[in-house]
Each structure stands twice: as structure tokens, then as C-alpha cells.
């Protein structure tokens, strides 16, 4: 079983930046990929980014690419979301995701994704306004 916990989620103005962790606890070797979601207030949860560990790909939404840089600190079991140039569309609540599939399960829509996200973080909630 793994467990997943974030943390660093806050109130932002736009162009600000914050830092999503994600700490994984149980056994390592239930997922192969972790991945980044959100939820904004009143949509559908749409994922964020993707991280292989097999081969260390990282996989970016276009509505984030060139903003947001997720990587993993592996002796520390915790993985991160860097969010840089944040904009007010990004108020969100972020999750993080372990699955044992590869990272197109951060692609489907809603309704599909727990077909495939073996493990939900309970969520942060970041806040971008002025």
C-alpha cells in the first residue's frame, strides 16, 4: 500500500510561485509512474505532468508546459511540482497520483482516471490572486 501526502499549496499573487511536495510512504515498488492533478473550482480534473521512473521522462499539459517543473527526490521518497509564473487560472486544488500504468493516464478525461491512478494524495489547495 502507498500513501501520499502534499503539502506547499498557499495564496499567491499572479506571477508568483509556490512549490508542491508530495511524499510517497509504503512500498516503492507498487508504481511505476507519478504524476500532478488539479481540480479548479467548478471543472473537471485535468491532469498537470507525468514522471517516469523507468526512464525519467517528465510530461507537461500544454497549459503548464514552460511554467511548472516537476521532479523526484529519490532518497527522500517524495516527489515535487515547481510552479513558477502563476496565473489565476491555476487556482486549483493539486493532487498527486501513483499508478502502475505509464504516464498516459494523466491525458484521460474525469471519468477514466481512476481506472488507472492507483493512489490519490488528498490535495493542496493554491491560490493565485491578487
Same mark, same amino acid.
Given at each position: 500500500q502507498v500513501h501520499l501526502v502534499e503539502? #506547499? @499549496?498557499?495564496?499567491v499573487q499572479p506571477g508568483g510561485s509556490l512549490r508542491l511536495s508530495c511524499a510517497a510512504s509504503g512500498?516503492?515498488?507498487?508504481?511505476?509512474?507519478?504524476?500532478?492533478?488539479?481540480q479548479a473550482p467548478g471543472k473537471e480534473r485535468?491532469?498537470?505532468? &507525468?514522471?517516469?521512473?523507468?526512464? #525519467?521522462t517528465?510530461?507537461?499539459?500544454?497549459?503548464v508546459k514552460g511554467?511548472?517543473?516537476?521532479?523526484r527526490d529519490n532518497a527522500n521518497n517524495t516527489v515535487y511540482l515547481q510552479m513558477?509564473?502563476?496565473k489565476p487560472e491555476d487556482t486549483a486544488v493539486y493532487y &498527486?497520483?501513483?499508478?502502475?500504468?505509464? &504516464?498516459?493516464?494523466?491525458t484521460v478525461v474525469e471519468t477514466v482516471q481512476n481506472t488507472y491512478?492507483?493512489?490519490? @494524495?488528498?490535495?493542496?489547495?493554491?491560490?493565485?490572486?491578487?
Open positions: 503539502s #506547499g @499549496g498557499g495564496l512500498s516503492t515498488l507498487d508504481y511505476d509512474t507519478l504524476g500532478w492533478f488539479r485535468e491532469g498537470v505532468s &507525468c514522471f517516469s521512473m523507468h526512464d #525519467g517528465t510530461y507537461y499539459a500544454d497549459s511554467r511548472f517543473t516537476m521532479s513558477n509564473n502563476l &498527486c497520483a501513483a499508478s502502475r500504468w505509464d &504516464c498516459g493516464f494523466y491512478v492507483d493512489y490519490w @494524495g488528498r490535495g493542496a489547495q493554491a491560490t493565485v490572486s491578487s
